[in-house]
């Protein structure tokens, strides 16, 4: 009897050790690798969404959502090596916009991949790299065999036949608790879930963009000087724009981009997705219109974006990026020349109620100081309704993009000294997962004059754009 409860004791206890262990092994699996990212082909826009094989291998699904006009039409998609041809293609409607699908693509091996997306014109290559899965750590094999022992020692010592040999009941008995034991220890000498984590906390000072790059939404303008030790890699990224044939007003030219390392002149192909692209491109043209669009990478270092400039002149482009390994965000800047009659800039009108896209929509930028911390909200509204409706876009519930004053004191896109910056209202959704009717940015403008601000939302699968003039006044000169 005393052997058998003796038993059902270490029982108990083995239970229990094997309840605490999976809760403290659950936070040692790898986070199931999902990206999601945005893909402006020449013909389409879609956002994919990844999600890596947690093994290692095997199916891996892409969701594709069309954006935009969405035209009917397909494109395919395969899970490749790098740089080989796609082989058995899965073909996916894309249209219309908002509606998603999914596509069961399968790798069979860790290491580096592309996802090929072809829409017929161009074979989009989204790098990718699958992890190995992480291997059980010795501590949890411990708890597993330990609890095992416990629960085989325990059942044993409760067999009928083993009832009445008492020395043998002891004997199972004596087993469990050497495996609860075990288990036991290995839980409390395991390494703290915190510490196994890698931790993220100390990001390496951002590396400068080549010339006037600035990005507000991480925290005002660059610093003018690079980070002392430039890791091999990380370093600046030269962009370097062209065109087949030379861009002209009112028609499509696809605009080529090759990112070279500013120190070294490798070509640069470890760019991150951050914020759900791996280039987030404005190209600003003379007449003060943006296109905020995310090319794609049809070769290592080499992307390409499908424009059709609406006037002629010389347009701003900039880059956003981060390397991979580097932490750094940065703007690189070049321009596009387009042959044609130049437009006068439209002047955008300043904070207020405007139209656009069948919305009412009240900017509102209180004292705008220089070097201060500025609220700019958007309001939106349509048909005397308060518009909730607005989608995330990239993440966020809405985009401002900022370029500041030339040395001719107003918004010159070619000009090194317009300052460009791109802020996030990273406030939450509502309970419908959408936005609206305020979205709401903070930005320091870092000098007095004329800037030109582009509000971003997206509804109906389409981004708004709200072109806003502000001036921003000098800071009172403050008493010696
Ligand atoms: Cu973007």
Same mark, same amino acid.
């Given at each position: 009897?005393?052997?058998?409860?003796?038993?059902?004791?270490?029982?108990?206890?083995?239970? @229990? $050790?094997? @309840?605490?262990?999976?809760?403290?092994?659950?936070?040692?699996?790898?986070?199931?690798?999902?990206?999601?990212?945005?893909?402006?082909?020449?013909?389409?826009?879609?956002?994919?969404?990844?999600?890596?094989?947690?093994?290692?291998?095997?199916?891996?699904?892409?969701?594709?959502?069309?954006?935009?006009?969405?035209?009917?039409?397909?494109?395919?998609? $395969?899970?490749?090596?790098?740089?080989?041809?796609?082989?058995?293609?899965?073909?996916?409607?894309? $249209?219309?916009?908002?509606?998603?699908?999914?596509?069961?693509?399968?790798?069979?091996?860790?290491?580096?991949?592309?996802?090929?997306?072809?829409?017929?014109?161009? @074979?989009?290559?989204?790098?990718?790299?699958?992890?190995?899965?992480?291997?059980?750590? *010795?501590?949890?094999?411990?708890?597993?065999?330990?609890?095992?022992?416990?629960?085989?020692?325990?059942?044993?010592?409760?067999?009928?036949?083993?009832?009445?040999?008492?020395?043998?009941?002891?004997?199972?008995?004596?087993?469990?608790?050497?495996?609860?034991?075990?288990?036991?220890?290995?839980?409390?000498?395991? !390494?703290?879930?915190?510490?196994?984590?890698?931790?993220?906390?100390?990001?390496?000072?951002?590396?400068?963009?080549?010339?006037?790059?600035?990005?507000?939404?991480? +925290?005002?303008?660059?610093?003018?000087?690079?980070?002392?030790?430039?890791?091999?890699? *990380?370093?600046?990224?030269?962009?370097?724009?062209?065109?087949?044939?030379?861009?002209?007003?009112?028609?499509?030219?696809?605009?080529?981009?090759?990112?070279?390392?500013?120190?070294?002149?490798?070509?640069?192909?470890?760019? $991150?997705?951050?914020?759900?692209?791996?280039?987030?491109?404005?190209?600003?043209?003379?007449?003060?219109?943006?296109?905020?669009?995310?090319?794609?990478?049809?070769?290592?270092?080499?992307?390409?974006?499908?424009?059709? !400039?609406?006037? +002629?002149?010389?347009?701003?482009?900039?880059?956003?990026?981060?390397?991979?390994?580097?932490?750094?965000?940065?703007?690189?800047?070049?321009?596009?020349?387009?042959?044609?009659?130049?437009?006068?800039?439209?002047?955008?009108?300043?904070?207020?109620?405007?139209?656009?896209?069948?919305?009412?929509?009240?900017?509102?930028?209180?004292?705008?100081?220089? +070097?201060?911390?500025?609220?700019?909200?958007?309001?939106?509204?349509?048909?005397?309704?308060?518009?909730?409706?607005?989608?995330?876009?990239?993440?966020?519930?809405?985009?401002?993009?900022?370029?500041?004053? *030339? @040395?001719?004191?107003?918004?010159?896109?070619?000009?090194?000294?317009?300052?460009?910056?791109?802020?996030?209202?990273? +406030?939450?959704? *509502?309970?419908?997962?959408?936005?609206?009717?305020?979205?709401?940015?903070?930005?320091?403008?870092?000098?007095?004059?004329?800037?030109?601000?582009?509000?971003?939302?997206?509804?109906?699968?389409?981004?708004?754009?709200?072109?806003?003039?502000?001036?921003?006044?000098?800071? !009172?000169?403050?008493?010696?």
């Amino acid at each position: 009897m005393i052997a058998q409860r003796t038993a059902a004791l270490l029982v108990l206890l083995g239970a @229990l $050790a094997a @309840l605490v262990a999976p809760a403290a092994f659950a936070h040692e699996s790898t986070p199931t690798g999902v990206t999601r990212l945005e893909l402006d082909l020449p013909t389409r826009e879609l956002q994919l969404t990844i999600t890596a094989p947690p093994e290692g291998e095997g199916r891996m699904p892409v969701v594709v959502l069309p954006r935009g006009d969405a035209p009917p039409g397909e494109v395919t998609l $395969a899970a490749v090596r790098p740089g080989a041809a796609p082989v058995d293609p899965v073909a996916v409607p894309v $249209a219309p916009a908002g509606q998603p699908r999914e596509v069961a693509l399968t790798v069979d091996a860790p290491g580096a991949w592309e996802i090929a997306v072809a829409d017929g014109a161009t @074979l989009a290559r989204v790098p990718l790299t699958i992890a190995a899965p992480e291997p059980t750590p *010795g501590w949890v094999w411990a708890v597993r065999i330990g609890a095992l022992l416990g629960v085989v020692g325990l059942v044993a010592a409760l067999t009928p036949s083993v009832r009445d040999r008492p020395r043998l009941a002891l004997g199972l008995g004596a087993v469990a608790l050497v495996g609860v034991t075990i288990a036991v220890t290995a839980v409390a000498t395991a !390494p703290s879930t915190t510490a196994a984590a890698p931790t993220q906390t100390a990001a390496p000072a951002p590396v400068t963009a080549p010339p006037a790059g600035g990005h507000a939404g991480h +925290g005002g303008a660059a610093p003018s000087t690079p980070a002392a030790p430039m890791p091999p890699t *990380g370093g600046g990224v030269v962009v370097t724009a062209s065109t087949a044939t030379p861009a002209s007003a009112g028609a499509p030219v696809d605009l080529a981009l090759d990112l070279t390392d500013s120190s070294t002149g490798a070509v640069v192909d470890d760019l $991150a997705v951050h914020d759900d692209a791996l280039i987030h491109l404005a190209i600003i043209g003379p007449d003060g219109s943006l296109d905020h669009v995310h090319p794609v990478r049809t070769a290592p270092g080499h992307y390409v974006v499908r424009l059709t !400039p609406a006037t +002629g002149g010389r347009y701003g482009v900039f880059a956003e990026m981060e390397r991979a390994g580097d932490g750094g965000h940065q703007v690189a800047r070049t321009a596009l020349e387009v042959t044609g009659a130049p437009a006068a800039a439209a002047p955008a009108p300043g904070p207020g109620v405007r139209e656009v896209a069948g919305m009412q929509v009240d900017v509102a930028v209180p004292a705008a100081v220089a +070097g201060r911390p500025t609220a700019v909200t958007a309001t939106f509204g349509a048909g005397g309704r308060q518009v909730t409706d607005l989608q995330g876009w990239l993440g966020m519930a809405g985009h401002l993009m900022v370029l500041g004053p *030339g @040395l001719s004191g107003t918004p010159d896109p070619v000009d090194p000294a317009s300052a460009f910056g791109h802020v996030h209202d990273m +406030g939450p959704a *509502g309970p419908a997962g959408t936005y609206g009717p305020r979205i709401a940015f903070e930005h320091t403008f870092p000098r007095a004059g004329r800037y030109r601000l582009w509000v971003q939302v997206q509804r109906d699968w389409r981004v708004v754009t709200v072109p806003v003039t502000v001036d921003v006044t000098p800071a !009172p000169a403050t008493a010696p």
